[in-house]
């Protein structure tokens, strides 16, 4: 089934205790291209660039699956640029330069074909440009999953509360779930962010892993510990890349096969923070991510008898 | 097996969010006097306490099953002191008052029926007596488990690695993990620690559930997400009680009995934590304790096809 993702292509400049990229290839669109493009080859962008944006990284994505028919080139401006400089944990960072440029004229038209998409991941952008594209949807049975940041919680809580009502998915990290909710332990702030509307949310926790909830079912999967961590960014985009893209391979939305998508996201996040921007995730064998799955499986396994 | 644990018998005042409790029972004989008392009636205790200690809460440890021939009273003492404050992440907190009062003077002499423990659990204390301890135990197959403490790291390195490299298990928090090895990625301090003696390590990140090491293999214990926390003064004690508790029942130190243990010990300190002192893993019953390992292996639990 295809999957539609919305959302930036950037350019991000990487800083890091271990290393400094200038100007390689991120943002949301792309991160959950190349994860999804693992599981499905129908999958439908919405973004936005400058003419600045290389002929060559579109072609990459023509080459994964990946539909550009709604995606807004525009030939005199520049493309969203991101710059930031992690800290020695390599989870806390310093945003060093925002250029929104070309982003902060987003328009998203949807092209006709792509207003049936059956899966949706609605990428971190202003709460009433995610609701323009839900007003555009016409899949009645479509499946959304939806990132958001602090920031929209506040400044624009209202219109984001909004837009989460009318998802089934809501993706975002604890301290997110924590503001949103007004309840510092998860299982609270899961209970009530379930009353607003979403029937499945994803609380990620970076390195520990992350929470599933459903009505009151938990699921946590695994943080794998990795030897080397070079660069975190983009690897939320990455799980949710993975996790949708593997929703729309078995076109499965029950609660046991959400967990296995879950471990398929969190296996792409793996492979994803081990590299510089995209490097992680391009060129991956099906056998690496089925060994990755599995260590995941390994490293929870035990028997209670 | 018999299960020896060298500590602190002490009284705590506990400040948190959500409440204060003024001179209540703590120190870490304590904790894994309790906790380990659901699986082995056999517990050896070596601390020291002031003539201020409850008679009445001598008697509860003896009819758990503690034997207190090890049990220094000093009469014209005070027992050990401390106050502290945790933050409203009810992670971190900051220690008011630390009144040593006869622990000052403690000096851990094994009665002879003690020094043939199978399993030995050495509390956090100066690493020379630590090694004190370990000089008195004659058992030639001896288990024994290691706590510690930044603290110890930074005044007294030389002598911890002494007594690290005499133990089997070292039981230890992330923070400690790091500066003990000097790596940040824990797979990595976890490797350079296996060096230094202990043929295990576990790792606690506290809510985010433990790691064991061994050898090659790693195994990742979840947290259980709890919707109140009261308390997680001893919670460390408490899972290393529950632990080493089932080790002794068992009398099996393989990998996988070890993953087994490690859940008993996660589920003991979920209890904790959920009531201030000792009051959470007092009086439980075994059909609760069940109930609650089994939250662990479900909230895990996935299969990939």
Redesign the interface.
Known sequence: MSLLTIGTLAFDSIHTPFGKKERVLGGSCTYVSYAASYFTDKINLVSIVGGDFPEEELDNLRNIGVNLNGLEIKRDGKTFFWEGKYH???ISRDTLVTDLNVLDDFNPVLPESFKTSEFVMLGNLTPSLQEQVLDQLTNPDVFIALDTMNFWMDIAMEKLLEVIRRVDVLVINDEEARQLSGE?????AADKILTMGPKFLIIK?GE??S?LFYESK??????L?????KDPTGAGDTFAGGFMGYLSKTGDTSF?NM??AI?YGSAMASFCVQEFSLEGIKNLSREAIDKR??KF?E??????V
Do not use: W, Y
């Open positions: 020695l944990n390599m510092f332990a998860l299982t609270r926790k520990h892993g929470l938990i699921f946590f999967a695994p943080g510990p990795l030897a080397e961590v046991e967990k296995r471990i799955v599995k499986s490293i929870v396994d035990f028997n209670l």
